[in-house]
């Protein structure tokens, strides 16, 4: 398994701290339910980037890849739901 190099670190990293921050200021800037499903779509996009780059999941076998991104619709598609 290859890992990142660092530049390629470094900008997931940056990408993750700005849509943290974007996540942050959209649920704390408004009270609209549509700011906190933008928020909840960036928390779910967050998700997939990190299994996929920092756990590898983009190496891994095409089952367990199905199984995690199907644990990570099912607990966004849960939390949207208690939007509503």
């Known amino acids: 398994m290859t890992h990142p190099t660092p530049s390629v670190q470094i900008g ?21 339910p549509s700011l906190a499903l933008i928020a909840l779509g960036l ?16 190496h891994a076998p095409r089952w367990l890849r199905a199984l995690v991104q ?9 939390l949207l739901l208690s939007f509503i």
């Open 12 to 32: 997931l990293w940056l990408l993750l701290s700005g849509l943290t921050l974007l996540a942050a200021w959209l649920a704390e800037g408004g009270r609209l």
């Open 43 to 58: 928390a779910w996009f967050k998700g997939v980037l990190l299994v996929e780059h920092y756990m590898g999941l983009r």
């Open 70 to 78: 199907g644990w990570l619709a099912l607990v966004s598609a849960a």
